[in-house]
């Protein structure tokens, strides 16, 4: 079976950086790569959101709201991917997942998630 695990979370300041890191592993993983994978995250009380993915012809989507300051980064070495927050702000506080691009709602579906909370 498929698994994804997050890491890289903490409390920051309002302006700070974090990397998170998501590492797959499961079923026929080595075969997949890593272009399925995709950062969403899940504020208290609100939806899941996307955040990044991996677009056609490699480019990378990102929301609106972390566009220009978050960029996903898929290290085929390590088999991992990882989302570099940096300018972060007390509205990026939310719980943050990795899953599948193709759904619109996985937050915790594939585990529990790494909690990032920004700090005024």
């Known amino acids: 079976d498929l698994r994804l695990v997050e890491s890289g979370g903490g409390s920051i300041e309002d302006g700070g950086s974090l990397t998170l890191t998501c590492t797959p592993s499961?079923?026929?993983?080595?075969?997949?790569?890593?272009?399925?994978v995709a950062w969403y995250r899940q504020a208290p009380g609100s939806e899941c959101e996307k955040v990044s993915f991996?677009?056609?012809?490699?480019?990378?989507w990102y929301s609106d709201s972390v566009k220009g300051r978050f960029t996903m980064v898929a290290d085929n070495v390590k088999n991992i991917v990882n989302l570099q927050m940096n300018r972060l702000k007390p509205e990026d506080t939310a719980t943050y997942y990795c899953?599948?691009?193709?759904?619109?709602?996985?937050?915790?579906?594939w585990g529990v998630g790494t909690l990032v909370t920004v700090t005024s």
């Open positions: 899953a599948p691009y193709y759904l619109q709602s996985p937050c915790g579906l």
């Open positions: 499961g079923f026929q993983i080595e075969e997949r790569g890593l272009a399925w």
């Open positions: 991996f677009s056609t012809g490699g480019a990378v």
